[in-house]
């Protein structure tokens, strides 16, 4: 067990592997560079995304925490101009990169940050 020793709470962020839903072939959509992050309250975190597939018009990133709803972090359309930030997120988030292969940075973490972190694309 891993003992941190801050006067500040640690963040835990998890991205992950994605798949396509469960009435289709499984096989990878995106693919995050980072598996698991550790950050003190008030850091920054950037999440790496690529994807394998090149038939979508936007992506979200969500934020699950345990027991309770998702929380759109940033929607990202295909354009990447004008990225949407979730109401939580909102002057925190920069988005660098095209839709197949981006990170998007949140800024000024709280403990609220922390959870599991979820690329999810949308079709047309």
């Known amino acids: 067990m891993q003992v ?9 962020i998890l991205p992950a592997l994605f798949l396509k839903p ?5 096989s ?3 693919v995050t560079e980072t598996n698991a ?10 999440l790496g995304c690529s994807s394998c ?27 990447g101009n004008e990225t949407t930030p979730g109401d939580a997120f909102i ?3 920069q988005t660098k990169g095209s839709l197949s292969k981006h990170t ?14 979820n690329f999810l694309k949308t079709w047309p």
């Open 28 to 30: 990878p959509l995106f």
């Open 4 to 12: 941190h020793n801050h006067s500040r709470p640690l963040l835990e």
């Open 91 to 93: 002057e925190r988030i």
């Open 104 to 117: 998007v940075t949140i800024s000024t973490l709280s403990v609220n940050d922390s959870g599991f972190y």
């Open 53 to 79: 597939d090149k038939v979508y018009d936007g992506m979200y990133l969500y934020l699950y925490r345990e027991h309770k709803p998702r929380i759109q972090v940033v929607y990202y359309p295909e354009s």
């Open 37 to 46: 992050v550790w950050r003190d309250s008030g850091d920054n975190v950037t």
């Open 22 to 26: 469960s009435n289709q072939i499984l």
